[in-house]
C-alpha cells in the first residue's frame, strides 16, 4: 500500500480529531505529500500539504488556523492535527503525493498521482 489513511471518526462540533496516513517508502520521499477531503456531492477540496524541499506547508482557507498538517520521516508518517472542527468539515478525507507539483497547482488534487483510501470525519453540531 503506497497510502494508507486513518483517525476518522464522529467529532462534536468545537473537538479535535488528527488524522494519520502511513507512506510507502518511495511515496513518502515525494516532493509534495498532504490532505484533500471530499464531502458528498461535492468537489475534492485541498486542505493543507508538505513540500519535502525546505519543509514548507500550506493550507486551504477553509482550514487555516485551525488544522496543522505533520510529518514523521522515521515513521514515514503524515499527520493532520485538527482543531475547532465545525460541521462543515465533515467530509472522507484523502492523504495524497507527488512529485511533479509545482507550487501554483499544489492545490489541485489533479497533480497528485498517489492516493490513499479516505477516512470518513464526521462533525456533529
Known amino acids: 500500500v503506497q497510502l494508507q489513511a486513518s483517525g476518522g471518526g464522529l467529532v462534536q462540533a468545537g473537538g479535535s480529531l488528527t488524522l494519520s496516513c502511513v507512506a510507502s517508502?518511495?511515496?513518502?520521499?515525494?516532493?509534495?505529500i498532504g490532505w484533500f477531503r471530499q464531502a458528498p456531492g461535492a468537489e475534492r477540496e485541498f486542505v493543507a500539504t508538505?513540500?519535502?524541499?525546505?519543509?514548507?506547508?500550506y493550507y486551504g482557507d477553509s482550514v487555516k488556523g485551525r488544522f496543522t498538517i505533520s510529518r514523521d520521516n522515521a515513521k514515514n508518517m503524515v499527520y493532520l492535527q485538527m482543531n475547532s472542527l465545525k460541521p462543515e468539515d465533515t467530509a472522507v478525507y484523502y492523504c495524497?503525493?507527488?512529485?511533479?507539483?509545482?507550487?501554483?497547482?499544489?492545490?489541485?488534487?489533479?497533480?497528485?498521482?498517489?492516493w490513499g483510501q479516505g477516512t470518513l470525519v464526521t462533525v456533529s453540531s
Open positions: 495524497a503525493a507527488g512529485s511533479r507539483i509545482i507550487l501554483s497547482n499544489r492545490a489541485n488534487p489533479q497533480a497528485y498521482d498517489v
Open positions: 508538505f513540500r519535502r524541499d525546505g519543509g514548507y506547508t
Open positions: 517508502e518511495s511515496t513518502f520521499s515525494s516532493r509534495y
